[in-house]
């Protein structure tokens, strides 16, 4: 298996305090991604990263922000948790393909409440 | 937005029967990919079809991808109770390589010993 370690695992927390979830790999992969799960919607990308320093939005990037300092970690920061943040929150990586985006390799997520 | 989709969204059967399921997805893709998430756990890759390949194989599961009619199904044979889970299309933005995987919401599969 991948290693690739998401803290916490599990979180509960107040409307309107600042939340960070780290993403450790150690597989030296370039890019990283960060995508909530919920019930209907499946998973939807957060933000990605494709290098240390270069991140990038996904669809549902509004309310969080991301930092990568080094390739093995990426920090998801909810600066003022809503209760609409309350997801299953998941990790991946990928070395990337020759053709598109290669193979995804995930955690095992964060359970975050925000009550 | 959600590219691909996952018909039937949940699916029922007994065990050594065969299980397909269907995604569609909007717009041109490089590769599509299949995954399976165990319940409280992450997702796991099963394969990856290339847009350029019609069908591929990888042990019980038989991946097909019609690019013509947007669409790819996965077959999984002989099922097992332990096949139960999840399962997710996913396909990339396409155009220039992109490295972002969007996901369908995903079909939950029962099988049933």
């Known amino acids: 298996d991948a290693g690739i370690t998401q803290s916490p695992r599990h979180k509960v927390t107040e409307t309107g305090t600042p939340v960070t979830l780290r993403c450790h790999q150690t597989?030296?992969?370039?890019?990283m991604y960060w995508y909530r799960q919920d019930p209907g919607h499946g998973l939807r990308l957060i933000h990605y990263s494709y290098g240390v320093k270069d991140t990038d939005k996904g669809e549902v990037s509004d309310g969080y922000s991301v930092s990568r300092s080094k390739t093995e970690d990426f920090l998801l920061t909810l600066e003022s948790a809503t209760s609409s943040q309350t997801s299953v929150y998941f990790c991946?990586?990928?070395?990337?393909?020759?053709?598109?985006?290669?193979?995804?390799?995930f955690g095992e997520g964060s359970r975050l409440t925000v009550l | 937005s959600q590219q691909g989709e996952e018909d039937p969204q949940a699916l029922s059967i007994q065990e050594g029967e065969n299980a397909t399921m269907n995604c569609s997805y909007k717009?041109?893709?490089?590769?599509l990919q299949w995954y399976r998430q165990n319940s409280g756990r992450g997702l796991v890759h099963l394969i990856l079809i290339r847009s350029n390949e019609r069908e591929k194989h990888s042990g019980r599961l038989r991946v097909t991808l019609d690019t013509s009619k947007k669409s790819s199904s996965l077959l999984i044979t002989a099922s097992r109770a332990a096949d139960t889970a999840s399962y997710f299309c996913?396909?990339?933005?396409?155009?220039?390589?992109?490295?972002?995987?969007?996901f369908g919401k995903g079909m939950k599969l029962t099988v049933n010993p």
């Open positions: 717009t041109s893709i490089n590769n």
């Open positions: 991946a990586t990928t070395s990337g393909g020759a053709i598109g985006t290669g193979e995804l390799f």
């Open positions: 597989e030296n992969h370039r890019y």
């Open positions: 996913a396909t990339d933005a396409g155009r220039g390589g992109s490295e972002k995987l969007v």
